[in-house]
């Protein structure tokens, strides 16, 4: 079997508990980042790679959202905030210049136990929301019957089992349109300086804010969305952004 032309990127926004459920951010998302290869390879790795040496020096940082928030770590440069807004300036520079496509399910988790006496589990919801799209995107390009690989962290050796018997499960068939689907999971540890996990990682939180607060001022969605899949007629929701329930 040949390899798609494109990799795929996966990573969480919110944690998946429907146990204890965090009043400010009360929502799961899964965001699916697929890129070209070649793209990936030729632009994306170096540009992310200069945004890193600028800012800390070298390129073992690991960007992700929680910490540049947070400014920990590495990100405690951004306490200054003139190298703040300089960074974040380039970093929406560096997403608004990327191509990539843009999939993404977010669970909003209350409404999501309201309505279900046993929900299943978020992040398996999710992941199939997003595999069905993204199988659609494929066949939109004439991809469906090559092998795309789909890459996530790690997150503990029982959540990661059942992810892959998930993952398995919907590419047998078990999704909306009862097709299989040419897809492999790479697990990858938490750490790993993979751009594109760290894309994913970006894009993430923004998106459940804009869930939730539609109308409130947010730049990072401003950015991202015009790198969501779309239907021919430019609509994202259902195409692009599955919100649930």
């Given at each position: 079997?040949?390899?798609?032309?494109?990799?795929?990127?996966?990573?969480?926004?919110?944690?998946?508990?429907?146990?204890?459920?965090?009043?400010?951010?009360p929502v799961?998302?899964?965001?699916?980042?697929?890129?070209?290869?070649?793209?990936?390879?030729?632009?994306?790795?170096?540009?992310?790679?200069?945004?890193?040496?600028?800012?800390?020096?070298?390129?073992?940082?690991?960007?992700?959202?929680?910490?540049?928030?947070?400014?920990?770590?590495?990100?405690?440069?951004?306490?200054?905030?003139?190298?703040?807004?300089?960074?974040?300036?380039?970093?929406?520079?560096?997403?608004?210049?990327?191509?990539?496509?843009l999939?993404?399910?977010?669970?909003?988790?209350?409404?999501?136990?309201?309505?279900?006496?046993?929900?299943?589990?978020?992040?398996?919801?999710?992941?199939?929301?997003?595999?069905?799209?993204?199988?659609?995107?494929?066949d939109?390009?004439?991809?469906?019957?090559?092998?795309?690989?789909?890459?996530?962290?790690?997150?503990?050796?029982?959540?990661?089992?059942?992810?892959?018997?998930?993952?398995?499960?919907?590419?047998?068939?078990?999704?909306?349109?009862?097709?299989?689907?040419?897809?492999?999971?790479?697990?990858?540890?938490?750490?790993?300086?993979?751009?594109?996990?760290?894309?994913?990682?970006?894009?993430?939180?923004?998106?459940?804010?804009?869930?939730?607060?539609?109308?409130?001022?947010?730049?990072?969605w401003?950015?991202?969305?015009?790198?969501?899949?779309?239907?021919?007629?430019?609509?994202?929701?259902?195409?692009?952004?599955?919100?649930?329930?």
């Open positions: 079997m040949k390899f798609c032309d494109h990799v795929v990127f996966v990573d969480e926004g919110g944690d998946h508990s429907l146990t204890s459920i965090n009043a400010e951010y799961f998302v899964l965001a699916f980042c697929v890129f070209e290869k070649e793209r990936y390879a030729d632009r994306v790795l170096p540009a992310v790679t200069r945004l890193k040496f600028k800012y800390f020096g070298h390129d073992a940082v690991v960007l992700h959202e929680h910490g540049i928030r947070k400014q920990t770590a590495a990100f405690a440069i951004l306490t200054d905030r003139a190298v703040r807004a300089r960074f974040l300036d380039d970093l929406n520079g560096l997403m608004t210049e990327t191509e990539f496509t999939i993404a399910c977010a669970i909003r988790k209350r409404e999501f136990l309201a309505r279900y006496a046993n929900p299943e589990h978020p992040y398996d919801l999710a992941m199939e929301f997003g595999l069905e799209r993204l199988g659609r995107w494929l939109e390009r004439g991809q469906r019957d090559r092998l795309t690989h789909v890459v996530c962290e790690q997150r503990g050796l029982r959540e990661d089992r059942d992810l892959e018997l998930a993952f398995r499960r919907v590419c047998q068939g078990s999704n909306a349109t009862g097709s299989t689907l040419a897809l492999d999971l790479v697990m990858v540890d938490k750490m790993a300086n993979s751009a594109g996990l760290q894309f994913s990682d970006l894009v993430a939180r923004p998106i459940g804010r804009h869930v939730l607060q539609p109308d409130q001022p947010n730049r990072a401003d950015v991202l969305q015009g790198k969501f899949r779309t239907s021919p007629g430019g609509r994202l929701e259902g195409w692009g952004l599955k919100v649930f329930p």
